[in-house]
């Protein structure tokens, strides 16, 4: 990667794909996760609460298509974007019925200027089943699956009652990999716990992988959660903008140039942050992570692709 290129960006991309500005379109399901129903545990992470990562519309009984319009409308106009990402988010959607999934997601695809599917789910609930229909769907569109691994520290997994150890997201990404699907892994930095040397040890881990992008999420406290009931006893505190920024800087470095970075940092609803408040202005937090990175002659790749041809 060229030093002037910071990270590799999602949008740039989807744009060499595609030829035009591509964007996701969020949606809600109305499916649920194998740590709240009971199969795994109950509860889920410590940080999610009933809403999980989703917009609610599922509640709204608002169909995957009336969603998809509804975003192709707001994104058409935002961004000038021609094509759309169905982007199934909230809590796990590979966890139903093979044909209930067939459902959401062919209704998604049938929808005009939808070239593709980006599925968030976790790594120890996607069935054979379920791979090897979506590889026969990548064959004809772009097709993501996106696996929260959270932590490569099992003793951090058990912490945050995550439900799955790392050997599951490794036996995930190896099954879909073997079909030829795109994966991303999302993590997320502050965990209690864990010090910036246990957060760069899961960028190490990430970097030895077969994956093709990641997702870094910020921790932040939600309304409800356990994570919640933990803060306002004062058994955990969040990481500050300075921290997060360094760490994130940090972790950039260690993954391969060709790993796509699909975000950044998180996107709370702000009725539901407790702390920290400075997790909403997004915005300001991109340019603070570019800035370290400039002022500080980093870049992604950095000190993982030097080590590569040092020993090549």
């Known amino acids: ?38 199969s795994v545990g109950h509860g889920g992470c410590i940080y999610c609460n009933e809403r999980g ?10 169909s995957v298509k009336e969603q998809l319009e509804r975003g192709k409308a707001g994104l058409s106009k935002r961004y000038k974007a021609r094509k759309f990402l ?17 459902r959401l997601y062919e209704e998604a695809l049938a929808v005009e200027d939808i070239v593709g599917l980006s599925i968030g789910t ?17 064959k004809e569109r772009l097709i ?22 790392v050997d599951a997201f490794l036996d995930a990404v190896r099954r879909t990999r073997s079909r030829r699907i795109p994966v991303c892994a999302h993590v997320i930095l502050g965990l209690p716990g864990e010090t910036q040397k246990e957060m760069l040890e899961t960028a190490l881990f990430l970097a030895g992988q077969d994956i093709q992008a990641v997702k870094i999420h910020l921790l932040y406290v939600v309304r409800g959660t356990v ?18 920024t360094s760490t994130v800087a940090r972790f950039l470095t260690l993954l391969p140039s060709r790993v796509i ?28 992570i570019h800035d370290y990175m400039v002022i500080n002659g980093l870049y992604q790749g950095k000190f993982h692709d030097r080590a590569t041809m040092t020993h090549s």
């Not at 500005?21 to 399901?29: E, F, G, H, N, P």
């Not at 976790?122 to 990548?138: F, G, H, M, Q, T």
């Not at 940092?265 to 603070?288: C, F, I, M, Y």
């Open 122 to 138: 976790r790594p120890d609930c996607v069935a054979e089943e379920v791979l090897d229909y979506l590889e026969d769907l990548s």
């Open 144 to 165: 993501w699956l996106e696996y929260g691994l959270q932590s490569a520290s099992d003793a951090t997994l058990a912490r945050i009652n995550r439900g799955h150890r």
């Open 261 to 288: 970075i699909q975000r950044l940092t998180g996107d709370p609803h702000p009725e539901e942050l407790v702390s920290p408040a400075w997790a909403l202005d997004k915005q300001r937090n991109l340019r603070a």
């Open 227 to 244: 994570l919640d009931s933990w803060y306002r006893a004062g058994a955990f505190q969040c990481l500050s903008l300075d921290e997060y």
């Open 53 to 62: 990562s989703g917009t609610g519309a599922a509640k709204q009984a608002l």
């Open 86 to 102: 169905a982007y199934f988010q909230s809590f796990s959607n590979t966890y139903a019925p093979l044909a209930l999934l067939k």
């Open 1 to 38: 990667m060229d030093s002037a290129v910071i990270y590799r960006e999602f949008s740039s991309y989807l744009r060499e794909v595609f030829g035009c500005r591509v964007q996701k379109i969020t949606l809600d399901a109305g499916l649920t996760c194998p740590n709240r129903d009971g």
